[in-house]
């Protein structure tokens, strides 16, 4: 597995996908820190996380867009199937991978926070911080565990990034699509699917058992989708 | 030793390998043949677990394929069609990687060091693999087959898209690999398994057709105009009691067979029949032969009739 994580963030370090992405991260998020904080004269950092929630759900289905897609399109996931190394190994490697680029992308962050503390009176609210912090953070992993899921259906990395996108951008409108349905309990059910409500906790600054419970289980859950999907292509 | 046994393979309708059974023993190179679509890839992969069979089983020195896949995996190093290359590493950093995801105890700088040696890596380890030709390509693909020493290698189509030199070099260092290893090596190109492999399965539509020593099936190699010979005695008494047979014009030395023991190819001419000269003059030395076969088939007609769809007489085993 160690050596999955290693391949996997060297794939991303050694070409332009790391930076690029870290770029695109920084930009937006260095956008919207200046509204809301400097521009804004706020301590206030609660605006400029939950302004980065669609960033995130755009930004992850690049990081993890080849993770599977690539290996199937240049046949290297023969030598990985071929080795002596369990699936779960391979898909946790993958997804540990995957995670820790993000967390790279999240760094910008704590710069943020200290430049807070350097130009304002007071620091920021640290509860608030690392409350959405964490937040993101699970939020980034169920959004990879989902996204490598997507991947490993496709040899496409570019099918990959799109559909993540999609299924991105439907997570980000599930609350509206809910509205819509008119029977009762399903409109409930579809609305306690909302990454955005689970996520809405966090960015008080509370830490909610159940949110975290949420995120986790759909991490869990579809990185045992994609272990399945690898299974399966063996016995196809 | 590797045991194939009733292995099916079917897509929806298609069989793509149809109960296909043999056995490679320790140290052997089997030569795996067929024409392009035969089922050669779609075999090895099921014997590496990269894909799952329909039925049978493959056994790899007691360690069975679906019941224990770390165990029979660990064995084995494979070199599939299009060799599994990451193109944004340097060779020496892919080759460590493949190191730890084998799983490999030795001793790893050394060990690695002595795989590029022996696959002549050794001058191009810090070169990234997309600018590599596809000579080298497949010699890193090698390289990583051959980590951890493993008692099975699966070689399949190592040769294709070499230039003749490189094929001799692959040849002579798969030649050399054969005495350590068991060898599964598939072809297309008949020439390459006979100069090659012990023993040859030929498949076709996913059916083994033959599985015979090489030596058996291309007795007669160089034609109709040629005798195949088994004699016991010394090589110099042998090749001039032949050539006092009248109609003999080349004499060769195969291949020793045993203590004592040659096989020779005598080229002689056309038309002529020189069983009965033979045989007086290897009696008249008092030198039993033990094989003589005249002419026949070539291995070239031999293939062409196994792979198309008419059967050869006494082909199947």
Known sequence: MKAILKRELGSFFNSAVGYVVMGIYYFFAGLFFYFYCISGNSKDMAGLFSSMFMITVLVIPIITMKSLSEEKRQKTDQALLTSPLGLGEIVVGKFLGSLIMFVCCLAIYILFALTLCFYTNGSPDWAVFFGNLLGTILLGASLIAIDIFISSLTESMIISAIVGMCAGLLIFFIDSIANLVSVGWISTAISSLSFVDHYQNYTTGIFSVADTVFFLSITVLFNFLTLRVLEKRRWS | ?317
């Open chain 2, 1 to 317: 030793m590797v045991e194939v046994k009733h292995l099916t393979k079917t897509y929806g309708d298609i069989k793509a390998v149809d109960d296909i059974s043999f056995t490679v023993n320790d140290g052997e190179i089997l030569g795996f043949l067929g024409p392009n679509g035969a089922g050669k890839s779609t075999t090895m992969n099921i014997i590496t677990g990269y894909i799952s069979s329909t039925g049978g089983t493959v056994t790899i020195n007691e360690s069975e394929i679906l019941k224990d896949p770390k165990g029979a995996k660990s064995q084995i190093g494979y070199l599939p069609e299009i060799p599994p290359l990451y193109m944004d590493m340097t060779v020496r950093k892919y080759i460590e990687f493949m190191f730890s995801i084998k799983k490999v105890k030795l001793p790893k700088q050394a060990h690695i060091d002595e795989v590029l040696s022996l696959t002549k890596l050794m001058d191009h380890q810090h070169r990234i693999i997309r600018n590599l030709s596809k000579g080298y390509r497949q010699r890193v693909g090698l390289a990583q087959a051959l980590l951890g020493n493993p008692p099975v290698l699966i070689l399949d189509e190592p040769t294709v898209g070499l230039d003749p030199n490189q094929i001799r070099e692959f040849r002579t260092l798969i030649k050399g690999l054969g005495k350590k290893h068991t060898v599964i090596f598939s072809s297309h190109i008949l020439s390459e398994v006979s100069a090659i492999c012990d023993r040859i399965v030929v498949i076709n539509n996913g059916r083994v057709v033959a599985d015979t020593k090489t030596l058996e099936l291309s007795s007669a190699i160089t034609g109709r105009d040629t005798l195949s010979l088994q004699v016991e005695g010394s090589v110099t008494s042998v090749t001039s009691a032949l050539k006092t047979v009248t109609g003999v014009r080349k004499i060769s030395v195969d291949k020793q067979l045993g203590e004592n023991i040659y096989s020779y190819t005598v080229e002689h001419e056309k038309g002529t029949d020189i069983r009965k000269g033979v045989f007086h003059a290897m009696s008249k030395n008092n030198m039993p032969i033990l094989y003589m076969n005249e002419g026949g088939m070539s291995l070239e007609e031999a293939y062409l009739r196994l792979t198309s769809d008419k059967p050869l007489k006494g082909g199947k085993k």
